[in-house]
């Protein structure tokens, strides 16, 4: 990525420093808020307990989330300023794969910040993004957090919302979508309410669930498959438990 800085790989902490410079430039570029910059910091707090790695139950959760999104009626992944930052290019990747559509959709919303994203994931490849029209409303949201788009996330039956707002969780749960949230809290409000919580990495998580849609393409049995065997109350709890005892390798 042209935006990133010189950092050597063997340096311990590389991932974090990288990631931690991709929210910088994101802000830069007018992409993510700075907001932004106190979630990120939240959410590497919970990654170093979780020994920075995908644990199993996560990874269970990636694959029920490929095959939600595979088998949806209208899936769409959601991107707001952190997502398209850290891994703009593996969120088009993983669309293409799935056939989900691609919504800017921010907590902080300004058409500026809008705009910017969707050039950003133009230029990393995507050739369709919603979230301008915003015709459509999250219905219990005060007006400029229910935004959405009426043929996006407002028609879609499965919705991928990585670092996701509680609230707008909360809502779109309320309105019957399947949610299948990335967030590294596994108290957090958006975990709690998700059809599938993916107590992982964004960084980590895009492209592990891209390469388990790749599998289960084609196989709508190994899909009902991969839903079916998938519990997400043991899920958090094994993640819970994971980042109270601090299992680092
Ligand atoms: P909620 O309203 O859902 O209870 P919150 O207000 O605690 O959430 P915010 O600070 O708004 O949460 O959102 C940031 C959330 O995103 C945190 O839970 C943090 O752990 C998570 N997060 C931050 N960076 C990442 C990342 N790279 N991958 C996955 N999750 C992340």
């Keep these: 990525m042209s935006e990133d800085v010189d950092l050597p790989e063997s340096h311990p902490r590389y991932e974090s420093l990288l990631t931690r410079h991709r929210i910088e430039a994101g802000v830069d570029r007018g992409i993510t808020s700075r907001q932004g910059l106190i979630a990120q910091g939240r959410g590497e707090a919970f990654d170093y307990l979780l020994g920075e790695r995908t644990i199993d139950s996560a990874d269970d959760a990636e694959r029920a989330a490929a095959a939600h999104l595979l088998s949806a009626d209208h899936a769409v992944v959601s991107v707001n300023g952190n997502a398209a930052a850290l891994v703009p290019g593996e969120l088009v990747e993983l669309a293409e794969v799935t056939g989900a559509d691609l919504e800017v959709n921010l907590f902080n919303r300004t058409e500026e ?45 499965v919705v991928l919302v990585p670092l996701e707002d509680g609230d707008r969780a909360e809502a779109l749960g309320e309105m019957g979508k399947t949610e299948l949230v990335i967030d590294l809290n596994p108290r957090s409000r958006s975990a709690e309410v998700a059809t599938v919580p993916i107590i992982d990495n964004i960084i980590r998580a895009i492209p592990n669930i891209t390469e388990h849609a790749r599998d289960l393409r084609g196989d709508p049995d190994a899909q009902q498959d991969a839903i079916d065997t998938f519990d997400a109350d043991s899920a958090l709890t094994d993640a819970e438990r994971t980042i109270r005892e601090g299992d680092l390798e």
């Design 113 to 157: 910040r809008i705009e910017a994203i969707a050039d950003y994931l133009r230029e990393h490849g995507a050739t369709d993004v919603k979230g301008l029209t915003a015709d459509g409303r999250i219905p219990g949201l005060d007006h400029e957090r229910a935004k959405v788009d009426a043929d996006g996330i407002g028609a879609a039956d």
